[in-house]
Every structure is written in structure tokens, then in C-alpha cells.
């Protein structure tokens, strides 16, 4: 049995969008699963749209999610030798022939055939058959070369999503496999890459469905292994609407920046139209154990931010603090937090990680640990009143008196409640706006022990200052 070899072949048009890294998860874990092998190859033959921008934009994609590849990245405008010299066989064959149409028609043809009210396709007017005339050739038009399509009979495949499909010769075309340039066109580059490169499983998005066929009779003509093929179905917004830019779904770099774990990312990819059971919440290493074509649903998928945001949180809280850590540090620096040793950064995560979902919201809720915070205007005109300076002033004269350890800071905070009659707010409130600028955060006694005395007595002292 052959090697499996799978692959992701994005046209660098554009950035990694969620779709394409769905595609690329789902190849990369067929492989692992099997002991095989992932090829990465950018198919870059549309020259006017592609961009070296959106090529590294790609290799950022992937490199962010950890979907190392095995072979490549190959990139098509690299192997134009190769194609033209597989056109030729194919001319040299007879699988192939050269077709003189101009644009003008070719545009002629087209419009006769839709005012009859029939499929716009080449008529094969440059068709070479037996006891067929061709016209003269003309001097003035530069040929392109058409694949010679079977006419009789069906092209069919099992989908290892779809299940089986077959489609009869007679609805396709001769299609172009070479421009009139000479270049080698995208479904012909495909179909050779995929033969020379050993690809033994295919799988892609569902808007390929079309190519299959094409594609397929193009590797018969050639002698090649025909490959299987797995047609995933597209991806729709929260709304139910095809997946666009307005969903947020314009690169997976964009969920790197705006606070996501590549962890939540992959685990919810993975759940997007496969599933494992009733399991959630996995390893990518669990992921590839598990992974198979038979659970995905042949229905289109629909992404859920909300589902996505539980991940997120639930990896924020569940993986080592030096991994947050790693994701916050930069986050912070945007801040202008660009030292976090004191207090020790790891400290203040395990004290905040519960209360976030986002890692740009963890940042933000932490910085003022580094940083004087700016007060809360809302939150100072609620909670500091008349009286409040004499309350932190008690508080203070019971704290000093031992450890600025979290316990002493507690025992202290209850002694002046109990002292001086009030409820537990009417101390915890003024100090935090004092402390971080707001009036909510986790146990004041465990944020005044990681801010430290001289800290915490410095902010106190300029909202409250002595008398």
C-alpha cells in the first residue's frame, strides 16, 4: 500500500482565511493519523492577482498554527518546465490539440448558444477526429491547447465526504490546459503536481467539486494514479450566511491578534464539521489519533463565535502559565508594560486567567500592575465619600502592624469592617479604585499582596493623601 500523502494548495490571492486553514488542519491530520506524509504547495500561476504579501501571509498561517508540512512549500511558477513539457506529451498523444478560436469567437459562440438557451461551452470546432476537416489555420491568432475530453460515457468518484458522484463526459467541455502564452493553466498545473508529487488523498474545499472531473479524466489521459477526494462543505457565518469579511473570517492571523490561542483555534477548526463523540475540548495529538473522513457531515458548517470565545477561556485557564505568559508578555508591551519580573508576572496571571476570555483582555485587565493606573471617574464618585479617608486610614494603621501577606491583608480588611460597623464594600471599593483605577477585580487582599506594600501605599497615598 502506498504511503498516504495529502496536501493544502492555496492560490496566494489572499490571506489564510479560516475556510483554507480548515482545509489545511483536516489534510495535515489525515496524514498524521496514517503515518504519512503533508505537502504544502502554493499555486501561484495567476500572476496578476497573486502576491508575495499573501504568500508569506500563508507561511505566517500555518507557521502560527503549527501545521508543519513535510514536503515544500513547492511553488507552481517554479515547475513551468515541467508542465510544458507534460503539454507537449499530451499534443504528441493525441490527448491534446491545438485551438485557434479568437476572442472574438469565442464570444460570438457564447452569446449564440445563450440566446438558444443552451450551456455556454466550446463547440470543438479545433477538434481533431477521424474524417474531420479543421479549418485553416489562421496566421494572425496565437493557439491555446485544449485537453481532449472523452465525449461518451461518465466520469464518477466515491467522495469520502460526499459519497459517490458521476457526471456524464458529455457535459464537459474541452478545457484550456495552456494559454496562448504558453502558460499552463490552474486545473491542468493541479492534476500534474498532484501525479508527480504522489498525492494519494485529495482534500479540499466543495467548490472544487466542478474541477473533479475534469481533472480526473486529465489524470486517466496520463496514465497516473487517480487520487481519492474529499469535498468539504463550506463554512457559513453565525447568521447562516456563506462565511465573509464582515464575519470577521479575513486571515487566522487576525484571531492571533485579536487574543486567541492557537490551541482554541485548532480545537474549534477540528469541531467544524467533524466530530469525536461528545468531545469538545482535545490535543491536536488526540485530534490526529481520532481523526477520520467518515464523521465529517457533507452539510455546511456554521461558525459560532460564542463557542469559540468558551475555548478561548478555556484554554487561557487551563494551559501552564508560562504559555499565557509567552502570549501576554507582547500584548502587554503594547501597553507600554515593558518590564513584568516585579511583581512576578506568572503571579498575576493565576490570580486573573479566571476572569478572561480573550488574551487581549487578560493584558489589559493586568497592566496596572506594571503601570499607575488611570482612575475611573464613574467608579471614584460611587465609592469615595466623606468619610471613606478615615476608613483606609484604620485600615492602614492594622496592616502595617504585620506581613503585607494576603492572610494578615484579609484579617486586617475584616477587623476595621468589624470595627467600624460597615459592610465589607464600603472598604474593598475605595481601595480598589485606589489600587487599579476600577472597582472590580479578584480578592483585594490577593491583589494588594502581588502589587506589594511600597505600591499598594503609593496608590493609596495619592488618592488619600496623609494628613
Not at 9 to 24: D, K
Not at 300 to 322: D, G, R, S, V
Not at 426 to 444: D, E, F, H, T, W
Request: proline share 5%; net charge negative; glycine share 6%.
Amino acid at each position: 500500500m502506498s504511503v498516504v500523502k495529502t496536501r493544502f494548495a492555496p492560490s496566494p490571492t489572499g490571506y489564510l482565511h479560516i475556510g483554507g486553514a480548515r482545509t489545511a488542519l483536516f489534510s495535515w491530520a489525515y496524514a498524521k493519523r496514517h503515518g504519512g506524509q503533508f505537502i504544502l504547495r502554493i499555486e501561484d500561476t495567476d500572476v496578476a492577482r497573486s502576491t508575495p504579501e499573501a504568500v508569506q501571509a500563508i507561511l505566517d498561517g500555518m507557521a502560527w498554527l503549527q501545521l508543519d508540512h513535510d514536503e515544500g512549500p513547492f511553488y507552481q511558477m517554479q515547475r513551468m518546465d515541467t508542465y510544458k513539457k507534460i503539454i507537449q506529451k499530451m499534443l504528441d498523444d493525441g490527448h491534446a490539440y491545438y485551438c485557434y478560436c479568437s476572442k472574438e469567437e469565442l464570444d460570438a459562440l457564447r452569446e449564440t448558444q445563450m440566446q438558444q438557451g443552451l450551456k455556454p461551452r466550446y463547440d470543438g470546432r479545433w477538434r481533431p477526429e477521424t474524417d474531420k476537416t479543421l479549418p485553416e489555420v489562421p496566421q494572425d491568432v496565437p493557439p491555446v491547447v485544449r485537453f481532449k475530453n472523452p465525449t461518451t460515457g461518465v466520469v464518477a468518484w466515491d467522495d469520502m465526504v460526499k459519497g459517490r458522484i458521476e457526471i456524464a463526459n458529455a457535459e464537459l467541455d474541452d478545457l484550456i490546459i495552456a494559454r496562448a502564452d504558453g502558460t499552463p493553466t490552474y486545473n491542468f498545473c493541479v492534476v500534474v503536481d498532484d501525479w508527480e508529487m504522489g498525492v494519494t488523498q485529495v482534500i479540499r474545499g466543495d467548490d472544487h467539486v466542478n474541477n473533479t472531473p475534469r481533472q480526473i479524466n486529465m489524470l486517466q489521459a496520463l496514465g497516473a494514479q487517480v487520487p481519492q477526494y474529499a469535498h468539504l462543505s463550506m463554512i457559513l457565518g453565525d447568521d447562516g450566511q456563506k462565511l465573509s469579511k464582515r464575519h470577521g473570517a479575513v486571515s487566522v492571523m487576525q484571531y492571533h491578534e485579536d487574543g486567541y490561542l492557537r490551541e482554541a483555534v485548532l480545537n474549534y477548526l477540528a469541531r467544524l464539521g467533524w466530530s469525536h463523540g461528545d468531545d469538545e475540548v482535545f490535543s491536536m495529538a488526540q485530534f490526529c489519533e481520532w481523526f477520520d473522513l467518515d464523521h465529517i457531515t457533507p452539510s455546511a458548517a456554521q461558525f459560532n463565535t460564542e463557542k469559540l470565545n468558551w475555548l478561548n477561556a478555556h484554554y487561557i485557564k487551563n494551559l501552564p502559565l508560562e504559555r499565557i505568559a509567552d502570549e501576554v508578555k507582547p500584548r502587554l508591551g503594547k501597553l507600554g508594560v515593558t518590564e513584568t519580573s516585579t511583581p512576578d508576572l506568572l503571579a498575576v496571571l493565576n490570580l486573573y486567567r479566571e476572569r478572561s476570555n480573550n488574551l487581549n483582555q487578560l493584558a489589559q485587565e493586568i497592566a496596572f500592575f506594571y503601570q499607575m493606573p488611570a482612575i475611573n471617574e464613574a467608579d471614584a464618585a460611587k465609592h469615595i465619600q466623606q468619610e471613606t479617608s478615615g476608613i483606609i486610614e484604620k485600615f492602614l494603621e492594622k496592616a502595617q502592624d504585620s506581613d503585607w501577606a494576603a492572610d494578615n491583608l484579609h484579617d486586617a480588611l475584616n477587623f476595621v469592617v468589624t470595627e467600624q460597623q460597615i459592610k465589607f464594600p464600603k472598604l474593598a471599593m475605595p481601595l480598589r479604585v485606589a489600587l487599579i483605577g476600577i472597582a472590580q477585580s479578584p480578592s483585594i487582599d490577593q491583589v494588594m499582596a502581588i502589587l506589594g506594600k511600597e505600591t499598594c501605599l503609593q496608590r493609596i497615598h495619592a488618592l488619600f493623601p496623609k494628613k
